[in-house]
């Protein structure tokens, strides 16, 4: 299966955080972000590969216990 570009624009996840499904596939996610200052995403995981960009802002990613700016 395969599939490009959300036509529903934004959907808010959490209270802060907002995602654009830009293209996925069997395996895969390509996800656009809108971030409100200091919107925290909770610690979770994925079972397969998730790909996404920041529009705008400032974020700090932790990838395997190690932060990364």
């Known amino acids: 299966m395969f599939g490009i570009a959300?036509?529903?624009g934004y959907k808010e996840i959490i209270p802060g955080i907002s995602i654009k499904t830009l293209s996925?596939?069997?395996n895969s996610l390509l996800v656009e972000?809108?971030?409100k200052k200091d919107a925290a995403l909770p610690e979770?995981?994925?079972i397969n590969e998730q790909?996404?960009?920041l529009v705008k802002g400032n974020i700090k990613l932790f990838?395997?216990?190690k932060a990364n700016v």
């Open 51 to 53: 790909t996404g960009y």
């Open 24 to 26: 996925y596939g069997e």
């Open 44 to 46: 979770h995981k994925h």
């Open 63 to 65: 990838i395997d216990g």
């Open 33 to 35: 972000f809108l971030l």
């Open 6 to 8: 959300s036509r529903n």
